[in-house]
């Protein structure tokens, strides 16, 4: 059978990948909230914010959130799309990004 395997894959490396916005660049356009609504939403400022892995919306400016593999794509379209170039999807375990701005 064949397998995907999109983590390994996309970090090449497997690590756990974690994901934050610079609101400050946000355009409240929304791209993000519709391809990943179970990641990011829309606050109430117009701002794009991550989601917990409990669903709770995380207000802090720059607060960061696990990405979960089933929506790896999403999270990754989200990033690639942005057009304020402020979703920022990093290893957990290094900090380095991975997609986004400041991915090599
Ligand atoms: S796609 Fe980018 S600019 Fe648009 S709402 Fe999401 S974080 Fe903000």
Same mark, same amino acid.
């Given at each position: 059978?064949?397998? !995907? $395997?999109? $983590?390994? %894959?996309? #970090? %090449? ?13 946000? #355009? *409240?356009? *929304? @791209?993000? /909230?519709?391809? /990943?609504?179970?990641?990011? !939403?829309?606050? @109430?400022? =117009?701002? $794009?914010?991550? +989601? ?9 400016? =720059? /607060? #960061?959130?696990? &990405?979960?593999?089933?929506?790896? #794509?999403? &999270?990754?379209?989200? $990033? +690639? !799309?942005?057009? %304020?170039?402020?979703?920022? &999807?990093?290893?957990?375990?290094? +900090?380095?990004?991975?997609? %986004?701005?400041? /991915?090599?």
């Amino acid at each position: 059978m064949q397998q !995907e $395997a999109p $983590a390994e %894959g996309a #970090t %090449g490396t497997g690590d756990p990948l974690e994901v934050w916005i610079d609101q400050d660049l946000c #355009t *409240g356009d *929304g @791209i993000c /909230a519709q391809y /990943a609504p179970e990641v990011f !939403e829309l606050d @109430i400022d =117009g701002l $794009a914010y991550v +989601k917990s892995e409990d669903d709770e919306l995380l207000q802090d400016p =720059g /607060a #960061t959130t696990r &990405v979960p593999l089933p929506l790896l #794509t999403e &999270v990754v379209d989200s $990033a +690639k !799309e942005c057009p %304020g170039d402020c979703i920022h &999807v990093r290893r957990v375990s290094d +900090k380095v990004e991975v997609y %986004g701005p400041d /991915a090599e």
